[in-house]
């Protein structure tokens, strides 16, 4: 039965295995889920991108007192209540957009009473009876996914190739530079509300930001991971045949490749050009 596709049991050797992946950043638990599941599920990436993991990073940061995206250290876990609000988010966002379930149907949550939402996440959302909730459970309990296929496909895993982890690092250099930019830009844009010369100097500081070091640095880095991404997914990318792994299989990179795609286009978006 459905309710028994999570918690089909896992061995112990797979259960350490499943732990030590909730312990990857939200974003690596989407990957990893995508990873295994890609020919089921990767027509929901874009709103696991998007919408899923926008919300329980929002949550998060709530959770945490983090004012600002740009410093915020991405999670890994929500508490029992967090769950609940992060649930709520979900449903409210696909009540205020009607769209989002006719295009993404099987990410749509099931509305449910509190009381009910409670006996779901003890029953069938935690996994692993850690009384918190990763991504990954999340993951697999909206598309009904076994945490034992999720396993079992991901076995030898752990080591995704250097090329891959090569544009990783390329992107994560970008958010460092962004990071930079970011925070400069906060302070200044503080320090102008003010009256006076020194809230005048912030001000033309401001208007001179994108001409700054700190912007070409994030220039910089986007055309290196531009390039890293491309290497990447020429390889082991959504299209590319993969390598095979210890096991005779595929070493499973569609999800990690879409998502560094992905996130390289956001980040172009914003900040690519003057």
């Known amino acids: 039965s459905s309710i028994m596709s999570l918690v089909e049991k896992l061995d112990p050797e797979s259960l350490e295995a499943f732990n030590k992946a909730t312990q990857k950043k939200f974003s690596e638990q989407a990957c990893f889920f995508l990873n295994a599941y890609w020919d089921e599920f990767g027509d929901q990436s874009e709103y696991i991108y998007s919408h899923g993991w926008d919300v329980i990073k929002r949550v998060d940061m709530d959770n945490k007192g983090v004012k600002y995206i740009h410093l915020y250290e991405e999670g890994n876990l929500l508490d029992f209540d967090m769950t609940l609000h992060?649930?709520?988010?979900?449903?409210?966002?696909?009540?205020?957009?009607?769209?989002?379930?006719s295009t993404y149907a099987k990410s749509a949550p099931t509305y449910m009473t509190a009381i009910q939402r409670k006996k779901e996440l003890r029953e069938r959302v935690d996994i692993n009876f850690d009384g918190k909730t990763s991504f990954l459970e999340y993951l697999l309990y909206q598309y009904n996914a076994s945490p034992k296929t999720l396993m079992d496909r991901s076995r030898n895993?752990?080591?995704?190739?250097?090329?891959?982890?090569?544009?990783?690092n390329a992107l994560a250099e970008v958010s460092r530079?962004?990071?930079?930019?970011?925070?400069?830009?906060?302070?200044?844009?503080?320090?102008?509300?003010?009256?006076?010369?020194?809230?005048?100097?912030?001000k033309n500081e401001l208007a001179q930001l994108k001409n700054s070091p700190l912007w070409s640095e994030i220039n910089k880095a986007l055309i290196t991971a531009e390039a890293a991404v491309r290497i990447a997914s020429k390889k082991y990318g959504v299209n590319a045949t993969g390598l095979p792994s210890g096991e005779g299989g595929v070493v499973r990179t569609n999800g990690t490749m879409w998502w560094l795609n992905r996130e390289l286009e956001e980040k172009k978006k914003k900040y690519g050009g003057k």
Not at 177 to 197: D, F, H, M, P
């Open 86 to 101: 992060f649930f709520e988010r979900l449903e409210n966002l696909f009540k205020k957009d009607e769209k989002l379930a």
């Open 157 to 168: 895993t752990d080591k995704l190739p250097d090329e891959v982890i090569a544009a990783m």
């Open 177 to 202: 530079r962004v990071t930079a930019y970011e925070t400069e830009k906060t302070r200044l844009e503080n320090e102008s509300q003010g009256e006076g010369i020194k809230s005048l100097k912030a």
